[in-house]
């Protein structure tokens, strides 16, 4: 299997613009997640899908986030606008059932808002 | 809720010195427990994980955790460290009445000096 594959793997944008983070989970898993990593707030939660369906997005930091999941094999993290603030790397991870089951983590997204 | 928590942030260590960095958790049922390492400039990746049987878990790269239930406690250790070691550690719980979310601690960098 490929592992969790992200795109792009980098991303600079100017303020404003919109941003569109693409991920593809390991076939078979049901779970998603999308963390975001930064130097001053380690790393963060945003959203977690399971079947598809969103389970929790309190980590989400504010409207101009948002996560879609429209079949098992895709998932997407939009910000729009984008602010430099929202400067990270962006993680996918997916994983199967609960328990002992290990999460795989994508290689991730560095994201840069000018 | 559960939390974890990961008491050394930053330990810097020359080479063949032991480690031991510390993980407690705070969920009182059965939990599944994680180390996962991410190097310079990498994703995360899994080390180890603990979900029955011996509490004293083996990973790769000469890894290995304890897990004593009567403490909370999951720490990772190593004999000699290498300066290929250097690296953030993550620990991670999943509990068994869980939402298949993993609760990350906030991290502990390992700088190995050679």
């Known amino acids: 299997d490929a592992g969790v594959i992200q795109s792009p793997r980098h991303e600079v944008t100017e303020m404003g613009q919109e941003v569109t983070l693409r991920c593809k989970p390991i076939s078979g898993h049901d779970y998603l997640f999308w963390y975001r990593q930064t130097m001053m707030r380690g790393l963060e939660l945003l959203i977690y899908f399971n079947n598809n369906v969103p389970i929790d997005d309190s980590g989400m930091p504010e409207d101009r986030f948002s996560a879609k999941m429209p079949n098992a094999s895709f998932s997407t993290l939009k910000i729009q606008p984008s602010e430099p603030r929202d400067s990270a790397v962006y993680f996918c991870?997916?994983?199967f059932g609960t328990g002992p089951n290990t999460q795989y983590f994508g290689p991730g997204t560095r994201l840069t808002v000018l | 809720a559960q939390s974890v928590s990961q008491h050394n942030h930053h330990v810097i260590l020359s080479e063949a010195a032991s480690l031991e960095l510390g993980c407690n958790y705070s969920y009182g049922g059965t939990v599944n427990l994680f180390w996962y390492v991410q190097y310079p400039g990498q994703h995360l990746q899994l080390l180890l994980k603990y979900f029955s049987g011996d509490p004293l878990v083996k990973g790769i790269k000469g890894f290995e955790a304890e897990f004593i239930k009567s403490k909370f406690s999951f720490n990772l250790r190593k004999p000699s460290v290498q300066w290929s070691d250097t690296a953030e550690y993550f620990c991670a719980v999943n509990g068994a009445s869980n939402t298949g979310k993993l609760n990350f601690g906030q991290g502990t960098t390992l700088q190995v000096k050679p």
């Open positions: 991870a997916s994983r």
